[in-house]
């Protein structure tokens, strides 16, 4: 079973940085996309970044500019630089993976890392 872990959350002042990792594990297999979520408490999931192996980067739009997503196949983990974080980035971040296994793709969700950003 494959399986995400997310680390890198922290408390951060506004205008500071963070960088998040998440690392698959847990059997051969192939990435096929990584990418990030958050939420807020009182607030629905939203889309934060993504990244198709072999492509570029997606972003929210309120987050161009400030974050950046990057795969590193080799170790399966994908990072979300995140640079003047602003108090309302403030949630708990997830990490989503597309995995494929024999060509057969599934998905799978880490259990979230909280980034909180003073003001």
């Known amino acids: 079973q494959v399986q995400l872990v997310e680390s890198g959350g922290d408390l951060v002042q506004a205008g500071g940085s963070l960088r998040l990792s998440c690392a698959a594990s847990?059997?051969?297999?192939?990435?096929?996309?990584m990418g990030w979520y958050r939420q807020a408490p009182g607030k629905q999931r939203e889309l934060v970044a993504v990244m198709t192996s072999g492509g570029s980067g997606k972003y929210a739009d309120s987050v161009k500019g400030r974050f950046t997503i990057s795969i590193d196949i080799a170790k399966k983990t994908v990072y979300l630089q995140m640079n003047s974080l602003k108090p309302e980035d403030t949630a708990v971040y997830y990490c989503n993976a597309e995995v494929r296994r024999f060509g057969v793709p599934s998905g799978y969700w880490g259990q979230g890392t909280q980034v909180t950003v003073s003001s």
């Open positions: 847990g059997g051969i297999f192939s990435i096929n996309a």
